[in-house]
């Protein structure tokens, strides 16, 4: 038989999760980006290099021509560039800009204090008991 605390864990989960967002979301809204406009600034961070236009929309999980409308509106604010592939001229490059790095940072700024005001409210052993309990969940993913 399912405990309680098993079944509601999940909302409980997703809960914490939203209100993480929705403060983030509230101290973003000056850099006037999606979340899925910073997801991809997040993935062209993490890539470490440019990448081409249809890696960057299956690691976004959507359809090419979503991904062109995702880098348009980054490109005219300045958060990414756009060049030919040598290696395909056929293919489009992405890379971020300074812009869009400092946008990254303020992005990443945002989610810690929206995480560190909602965790506040529990002793440090057990913030570092929650963080072990996530980092394990993690690593299993």
Do not use: C, W, Y
Request: no cysteine; net charge positive.
């Amino acid at each position: 038989m399912e405990k309680a605390s098993d079944s509601d864990l999940p909302d409980l989960f997703l809960r914490t999760a939203k209100r993480i967002r929705h403060a983030q979301l509230a101290d973003l809204a000056p850099l006037g980006l999606t979340p899925g406009q910073g997801r991809a600034l997040r993935i062209l961070d993490r890539a470490g290099e440019p990448l081409r236009m249809s890696a960057l929309a299956e690691r976004l999980g959507i359809v090419p021509r979503s991904a062109t409308t995702v880098v348009d509106t980054l490109e005219a604010q300045g958060m990414v560039t756009r060049a030919t592939d040598p290696a395909n001229r056929r293919a489009t490059l992405v890379s971020l800009t300074n812009t869009g790095r400092d946008a990254l940072t303020h992005m990443s700024d945002a989610r810690r204090r929206a995480a560190r005001d909602l965790f506040a409210s529990l002793p440090p052993d057990r913030r570092e008991t929650l963080r072990e309990i996530l980092a394990e969940l993690d690593a299993g993913a």
